[in-house]
């Protein structure tokens, strides 16, 4: 299995930015993590199977997750960014789960992870 995040880079607060992320042969939850300079990886967002959104509270109102099945992808579309956005960013494929409405927001639920794409956000 193999995950591959693209559409990182530098970009100025309040510009906008989408990530996407490629994902073969899976019909798992979604989800993007992400990981600042001396920081631990934390979680973004997770779209469940049957679409379920959820975020972290840092970033609730300003980015959207999303997938394009025809295409194999998932999307974090960034708006209003923050010097404080900056980070790698990693898309992850949960743990299966037989509830399309699973959406775990825990690192150590995900079994597939890519290898991340870098965000810098200047003030």
């Known amino acids: 299995v193999q995950l591959q995040a693209s559409g990182g880079g530098l970009v100025q607060a309040g510009d906008s930015l989408r990530l996407s992320c490629t994902v073969f042969?899976?019909?798992?939850?979604m989800g993007w993590f992400r990981q600042a300079p001396g920081k631990e990886r934390e979680f973004v967002a997770v779209?469940?199977?049957?679409?379920?959104?959820s975020y972290s509270d840092s970033v609730k109102g300003r980015f959207t997750i999303s997938r394009d099945n025809t295409k194999s992808t998932i999307y974090l579309q960034m708006n209003t960014l923050k010097p404080e956005d900056t980070a790698v960013y990693y898309c992850?494929?949960?743990?299966?789960?037989?509830?399309?409405?699973?959406?775990?927001?825990?690192?150590?639920?995900?079994?597939?992870w890519g290898q991340g794409t870098l965000v810098t956000v200047s003030s």
């Open positions: 992850a494929a949960a743990s299966a789960n037989p509830s399309s409405s699973y959406a775990p927001v825990r690192i150590t639920s995900y079994d597939y």
């Open positions: 042969g899976l019909d798992r939850a």
């Open positions: 779209l469940s199977r049957n679409n379920r959104q």
